[in-house]
């Protein structure tokens, strides 16, 4: 099992920062990748972003240049600050892991619970 704590939701005003954190627990061998996912209501979840064990990223089109994703491996973290933030940003945030629990198990996925985002224009 693993456990994913997610931190800094809130309400912010338009044109304003929030930066949000998940810390992963329990059974972790290696963590693959780690990502951020959101839903709006009456919407799917979508991604926001992702990062790998190497630091490479991806990002949604709609938040480019505006959210940056960092991890810190030793530390099984995951961080996304955004700036620039506008109402459609709205939406719950959660935070998503791919690992291992040892070398030969079989990957998991593991969701956070998620952390509101609101965005007051």
């Known amino acids: 099992q693993v456990q994913l704590v997610e931190s800094g939701g809130g309400l912010v005003q338009s044109g304003g920062s929030l930066r949000l954190s998940c810390a992963a627990s329990?059974?972790?061998?290696?963590?693959?990748?780690m990502g951020w996912y959101r839903q709006a209501p009456g919407k799917q979840r979508e991604l926001v972003a992702t990062i790998t064990s190497g630091g490479s990223t991806n990002y949604a089109d709609s938040v480019k240049g505006r959210f940056t994703i960092s991890r810190d491996n030793a530390k099984n973290t995951v961080d996304l600050q955004m700036n620039s933030l506008k109402s459609e940003d709205t939406a719950a945030y959660y935070c998503?892991?791919?690992?291992?629990?040892?070398?030969?198990?079989?990957?998991?996925?593991?969701w956070g619970q998620g952390t509101q985002v609101t965005v007051s224009s």
């Open positions: 329990g059974s972790i061998f290696s963590i693959t990748v």
């Open positions: 998503k892991v791919i690992g291992r629990s040892s070398w030969s198990s079989p990957q998991y996925q593991y």
